[in-house]
Each structure stands twice: as structure tokens, then as C-alpha cells.
């Protein structure tokens, strides 16, 4: 089964500091890809980043940076110096095969970014 | 270019209507998909494309109609709807319908039923 798991539900964070956002998933497939979608209150899901399972590097875009560690089934979104247009809900989502290549996504989480 | 394009942006329909939600890419894609999202939860897959063949559907009422007229074009045509078909309907497309193939989303039509 595929399970993906956003345990925070809301993050409010002062602009300029740091925040992680935690994702967790489940799956039994060996070749797996792991998605981040940032969603606006205008309502459009914007990709963010793709990593699939044979790679673990970290990754870093400007002030987003992502940890993929296989170890614990955790890929972890962290934006540094937090700006008020980040302020959106984020869905980290798990696509393989034996999931019929459909997209699971978390329940989101939900950061405000206080000015 | 990734852009989806969704019309309208907005709908407001009664009971009984018939209306059509429109769904337009130009990335040659060939694989399309409808989520339905309501508020403050994930988007929920409906149905997805793949070569202008439905290949997946969700067990979605029939009131649910969806249709693929070419490989850029995505239709869902609604019938009947009732209050708690409300919701923020997703139109997304990939290369193909593949694991690592990145969707790409429109900005959705927000559906109110009356």
C-alpha cells in the first residue's frame, strides 16, 4: 500500500526564519518517485521537486532544499528565510507502479508566514 | 511552457444543469487526469487518460461524465450534481501516465452546486 504522511497539519513562522516541512511515506515498491507541490490560495498545485528512490542526494533551489533519506521513508522540504509568498499549503505525494502510477498525495501542510 | 489551462474559473450550478468543465494543454502530453479537491483536504483522482483511452477510473458517479476529443483537450461534463459535489476540480497533465512523470496542474475551477 502506499501511505504518505504530513504530520503537520498547520506551521506559522515569522518571516525570515527557517522551517522544515516533514513528510514520511510508505510504500513496498524498490523504484518509487517522490513529489512536492506548493498550492497558493489561488488554488494552482505547483510542482516543486521530483527525486526518485535510487537517489539520495540532497537538493538545493535558492532557498528550498530538500533531505531524501531512505533510512527512515522521510523526504523533507526546508525553506530558509521564509517570505510571505511562501505562504501556502505544500503536498508531498508518492507515485510507483504497483500504486497503478497514480499520485498519492499527503494531507498538506498548511504554512502561514507572519510578516 | 507547462501551463493548464482550466475554464471557467469559476461555476455556480444548480441541480439540474448541465455544464461542462474544460481542460487545455499544449506540452504534448498524452496522459490527462480530473481530481476533485474539497477544502483543506488533498486532491482526489477521478480519472486519467492515457492516449486519449480512459484508463483509470475512481468508481466516480455517472453523474461524472468525462471525455478526451483529442490528446490536448480534457472535458468533464457534469450532470445532475448535488450540494456536495462542491468543491475545486483539478485538471493535470504528464508525458504519459507513468510513475515518474511529473504532473502538471491548471489552476482549477472552483464548482459551487445550489
Known sequence: A????????????????????????ETRD?????????????GELVFLIRRNSFDEQN?????????FQKST????????????VDSAVYFCALSSLTGANNLFFGTGTRLTVIP | DTEVTQTPKHLVMGMTN????????HMGHRAMYWYKQ?????????????????????????????????SSLLNLHLHALQPEDSALYLCASSQDAV????????AGTRLSVL
Do not use: H
Not at chain 1, 30 to 42: A, G, I, N
Open chain 1, 59 to 67: 537538493e538545493i533551489s535558492g532557498r528550498y532544499s530538500w533531505n
Open chain 1, 30 to 42: 524498490t523504484t518509487y518517485y517522490l513529489f512536492w507541490y506548493k498550492q497558493p490560495p489561488s
Open chain 2, 38 to 70: 474539497k477544502a483543506k483536504k488533498p486532491p482526489e483522482l477521478m480519472f486519467v487518460y492515457s492516449y486519449e483511452k480512459l484508463s483509470i477510473n475512481e468508481s466516480v458517479p455517472s453523474r461524472f461524465s468525462p471525455e478526451c476529443p483529442n
Open chain 1, 73 to 84: 521513508s522521510s523526504f523533507n522540504f526546508t525553506i530558509t528565510a521564509s517570505q510571505v
Open chain 1, 2 to 25: 502506499q501511505k504518505v504522511t504530513q504530520a503537520q497539519t498547520e506551521i506559522s513562522v515569522v518571516e525570515k526564519e527557517d522551517v522544515t516541512l516533514d513528510c514520511v511515506y
Open chain 2, 18 to 25: 448541465k455544464k461542462s468543465l474544460k481542460c487545455e494543454q
Open chain 2, 99 to 106: 510513475s515518474r512523470n511529473i504532473q502538471y496542474f491548471g
